[in-house]
């Protein structure tokens, strides 16, 4: 008996520590998901910000037309994203592309939670492209790139670069928050969108100089702003996917400071610039310095994870002139880009590849290594693949949607503004501030009253 029970006696804390192990595992588990689907869902706002963004950067009369495509964008990408994207991103296949989870089939448990992380991603590359072709883009051709961008152009390169298989990875580009997949990618369809849109009606004069088209709404600008630079810390932090492991909060405090780091270079050194002239008038430009913070901040996602703070901020103070001289440089060649989309988002993403081989904890500010130096040859040609990619996909979707008539609105459309053209819901209805007659009536009798 003594023997017996010696035996159950050890049997039984085995099975014990056996259960605690599988409540832990599965715990750890959960927490994980819930940190994604948390970060995630701040992201998706980044929608949001970038409704109000392009809404306030436009003229009144597209209003709901921003409003709206920043809106779809959002289901427009889920449905993509599910019917093809991810399978093509995730799935099992070659180097190149995924061939299962079609239509989500085969994604269940804990692995829709990554699914849900990487659909905004791919919502936000897509979005990238709007404020780029606000004002003239016909809504056809609006869901047409979106659908293409977030089911087949974002996830071919998103394997490339964030699989074990992508050949990207394998060759040794690194990228931790998507400076090449997400910025330089949406930026490269970006310019090819403006460029086979044409310019605003009255945009460039004959003489070749620009005409200011401001927005309608400064604040709401800044609301948007200030959105979209509460998404991107959770854009960024939430890239690491996991909570739980040893040194995963030390991670995740460098990468959210380092963002908003990067931030505070740019927008600095831009407000300082445009106080100075060098951006036009003499004035403190909130506009200036709205975008040198977003400019700033793309710069330092690729090594975000591996910069120290000081280095951040001289990568956003770097990535301020680089905005400015990209900017004028697609005003010289007459491309309208409202949002200067291009600018931020394409010279952001390939300085930010540039400034991770620089300023990196391995990068050349330590010394020129051959580590270092073939980490920087990696990410050039990382960089090129998907300039390449996204520049081939892009001529294919917008050339074939000019040559089918339907990528930009006609002439009259334009002029009328979209919200009425295209939605028939104008952003700022006339009857919406209008003192109706009856109203009137009703003033002038209770004025009359009180002068009695």
Not at 140 to 153: C, K, L, N, P
Not at 260 to 272: P, T
């Amino acid at each position: 008996m003594c023997v017996v029970y010696s035996q159950q006696e050890h049997k039984v804390p085995s099975a014990m520590s056996s259960s605690v192990d599988e409540e832990l595992k599965e715990l750890k588990k959960n927490i994980d998901d819930v940190f994604i689907l948390t970060n995630a869902i701040i992201v998706c706002l980044m929608q949001c910000g970038f409704a109000c963004l392009e809404a306030g950067a436009v003229r009144s009369k597209n209003t709901t037309n921003i409003i709206m495509k920043n809106f779809m964008d959002i289901f427009i990408s889920a449905l993509c994203y599910w019917l093809v994207g991810y399978a093509l991103a995730y799935g099992d296949g070659n180097p190149f592309i995924g061939y299962t989870y079609w239509a989500g089939v085969g994604v269940r448990g804990h692995q829709m939670a990554h699914w849900f992380f990487q659909f905004v991603f791919a919502a936000t590359a897509a979005t990238l492209v709007s404020g780029a072709v606000a004002e003239r883009c016909n809504f056809i051709a609006y869901i047409t790139y979106s659908a293409v961008i977030t089911g087949f152009v974002y996830p071919v390169v998103s394997r490339w670069v964030w699989t074990e298989e992508g050949w990207l990875n394998q060759m040794g580009y690194r990228d931790f928050s998507g400076c090449g997949p997400v910025h330089l990618l949406g930026g490269t369809c970006s310019f090819f969108g403006a460029a086979f849109l044409g310019p605003r009606l009255g945009r460039f004069n004959k003489m070749e100089e620009s005409q200011d088209f401001p927005g309608h709404s400064v604040p709401l600008m800044g609301l948007g702003g200030m959105i979209l630079v509460t998404g991107f810390l959770a854009f960024n932090g939430g890239t690491l996917g996991s909570m739980t492991n040893p040194g995963d909060s030390e991670v995740i405090a460098r990468v959210i400071s380092n963002t908003v780091m990067g931030g505070s270079g740019g927008g600095l050194v831009l407000m300082a610039a445009s106080k100075c002239g060098l951006c036009g008038a003499r004035a403190w430009s909130f506009i200036y310095t709205l975008n040198g913070a977003f400019i700033g901040m793309v710069s330092v996602c690729a090594g975000v994870n591996e910069m120290n703070m000081w280095e951040s901020f001289v990568s956003g103070i770097i990535a301020g002139p680089i905005y400015m001289i990209i900017h004028y440089i697609i005003l010289w060649c007459r491309i309208d880009d409202p949002l200067d989309t291009v600018a931020i988002h394409f010279g952001g993403g390939f300085w930010g590849l540039l400034s991770a081989s620089i300023f990196s904890n391995t990068g050349l500010v330590f010394g020129a290594t051959r580590e270092s130096l073939m980490l920087l040859a990696y990410r050039m040609a990382g960089a090129s693949a998907i300039i390449v990619w996204s520049s081939i996909m892009s001529c294919i979707t917008f050339g074939i949607l000019k040559c089918a008539g339907k990528l930009r609105v006609s002439a009259e459309d334009e002029q009328n503004g979209l919200d009425v053209s295209m939605h028939k819901e104008p952003g700022y209805p006339v009857k919406g501030w209008q003192i109706m007659p009856e109203m009137m009536i009703v003033s002038d009798k209770r004025n009359s009253k009180l002068n009695v």
